[in-house]
């Protein structure tokens, strides 16, 4: 048995001695004290896996949102894509009932017997659209106003009203219309009105109305679209 005469024979003989090492360390700590590194090791071990799990979950749900965000994306667009169906099928059945009120509105206009011009009239009308500068898109956009009417006014002369249909009245709608009248004057030197057709009003299509004369409104009735 080696003799311990100093501190630095107790460090020597506990590095040499793992047996006595082993004992002392049992003779000085607690049991529990023992079982610190084992337990911490398991700490560890069990901290690993749970921040694992944790991980997984996080992935799992930004996957989830993912998904929800592309599926909110496909709701969206199909609300948009039926939005925008609505909106034509109210728009062509709002032109379809402009049709019965032909008469109405060339009467506040001061026309009598009005006859609505056919595509091949307004294709007819404008034959010379080349030497009048105007480009092809607006000259085909033209072609497809929504109606025109021809009629002799109160003093017996032909006279226009280029009619754009909507819903909902807006200034594009107004600046549809006045530029077809202003098409159909240049074309046949007679006078010709824009007219705006529709249930309701824009604000700012009534607020262009209420400042320029440049187009008269013709609101249909509001259960103008309900089954008969």
């Known amino acids: 048995?080696?003799?311990?005469?100093?501190?630095?024979?107790?460090?020597?003989?506990?590095?040499?001695?793992?047996?006595?090492?082993?004992?002392?360390?049992?003779?000085?700590?607690?049991?529990?004290?023992?079982?610190l590194p084992a337990q911490f090791v398991n700490f560890v071990s069990w901290t690993q896996n749970k921040f694992q799990g944790i991980e997984a979950d996080i992935t799992e749900l930004k996957d989830g949102q993912k998904r929800l965000e592309e599926n909110q994306g496909r709701l969206e667009e199909g609300q948009k894509r039926l939005r925008n169906d609505v909106a034509d099928i109210k728009g062509f059945m709002t032109a379809r009932a402009s049709y019965y009120h032909i008469r109405g509105i060339a009467s506040q206009l001061g026309l009598f017997r009005p006859r609505r011009q056919t595509r091949d009239d307004l294709i007819d009308m404008c034959e010379d659209w080349q030497a009048a500068q105007i480009s092809w898109d607006d000259i085909k956009s033209f072609w497809d106003a929504d109606f025109v009417l021809k009629g002799p006014n109160a003093a017996g002369q032909p006279e226009y009203v280029a009619?754009?249909?909507?819903?909902?009245?807006?200034?594009?709608?107004?600046?549809?219309?006045?530029?077809?009248?202003?098409?159909?004057?240049?074309?046949?030197?007679?006078?010709?009105?824009?007219?705006?057709?529709?249930?309701?009003?824009?604000?700012?299509?009534?607020?262009?109305?209420?400042?320029?004369?440049?187009?008269?409104?013709?609101?249909?009735?509001?259960?103008?679209?309900?089954?008969?």
Do not use: K, W
């Open 1 to 35: 048995m080696a003799t311990i005469s100093t501190t630095a024979d107790l460090i020597r003989l506990l590095r040499e001695d793992p047996e006595f090492a082993a004992e002392v360390r049992r003779f000085i700590l607690t049991e529990e004290l023992l079982q």
């Open 163 to 228: 009619v754009e249909a909507s819903y909902t009245i807006d200034n594009h709608d107004i600046s549809r219309a006045v530029r077809n009248a202003g098409y159909i004057t240049r074309f046949t030197n007679s006078p010709c009105r824009a007219v705006v057709v529709g249930v309701q009003l824009h604000t700012a299509a009534r607020e262009t109305l209420e400042r320029s004369a440049e187009a008269a409104c013709y609101l249909l009735p509001v259960d103008v679209l309900r089954p008969s």
